[in-house]
Structure formats: C-alpha cells, structure tokens
C-alpha cells in the first residue's frame, strides 16, 4: 500500500518558520522526483518545490523562493519543506507528491499551513 503521510503542519505567526515532513512507504522512493503543492481556497494548485531522485537539483516557485528550501532523505523515504519567513499568502493546504514521469503519480494527505496573527 502506497502511503505518503505528511506532518509539520500547524498554526505561525508571519515571519516564523515551520518544517513540513512526508514520510513515503509502499514504493521505491529512491526512484521518485518529489513535489510540494499547494493550494489555498479560491486559488489554483500550485508547485511550490521539486526535487530529483537524488536530491541533486531542486526548483522553487518564485514566490517561495528564498525562503522555503525542500530536501530529502532517501535512507528514511522522506522528503521535507523547511519554510521560513512565512508571509499570510502561504496559508494553504499542502500535499507531497511522488512522480516517475510516464510511469507513476502518488498523492499524500494535505496538512494544513496558516500563517496569522
């Protein structure tokens, strides 16, 4: 069973900093490209980050970049976001995504992210 169970998700203040974690299992996670998403009531889904099998490129969205930096760890099939200087527009649901292009798309679970006051 294909799993990707994020956490890290909560409640800051705009200017803090919170690390989303997507724990993988059921697949070989080694083979995947891994992806942040977001998506924000009202608002299309967006690509915030990527990064390859290996970890050795990753790409941003501008309007994260410089501030969020994703990684991953491939001995624990996990993949983070480390997010800093959160602003209120990033509020939003975030979901961690597995893809082999062609052959395979994996879906996790959302966790919530509200920068507020």
């Known amino acids: 069973q294909v799993q990707l169970v994020p956490s890290g998700g909560g409640l800051v203040q705009p200017g803090g900093s919170l690390r989303l974690s997507c724990a993988a299992s059921?697949?070989?996670?080694?083979?995947?490209?891994m992806n942040w998403y977001r998506q924000a009531p009202g608002k299309e889904r967006e690509l915030v980050a990527s990064?390859?099998?290996?970890?050795?490129?990753?790409n941003y969205a501008d309007s994260v970049k410089g501030r969020f930096t994703i990684s991953r760890d491939n001995a624990k099939n996990t993949v983070y976001l480390q997010m800093n200087s959160l602003k209120p527009e990033d509020t939003a649901v975030y979901v961690c995504?597995?893809?082999?292009?062609?052959?395979?798309?994996?879906w996790g679970q959302g966790t919530q992210v509200t920068v507020s006051s």
């Open positions: 995504n597995a893809k082999v292009i062609g052959l395979y798309e994996y």
């Open positions: 059921g697949f070989t996670f080694s083979r995947y490209a």
């Open positions: 990064i390859t099998s290996t970890g050795s490129s990753t």
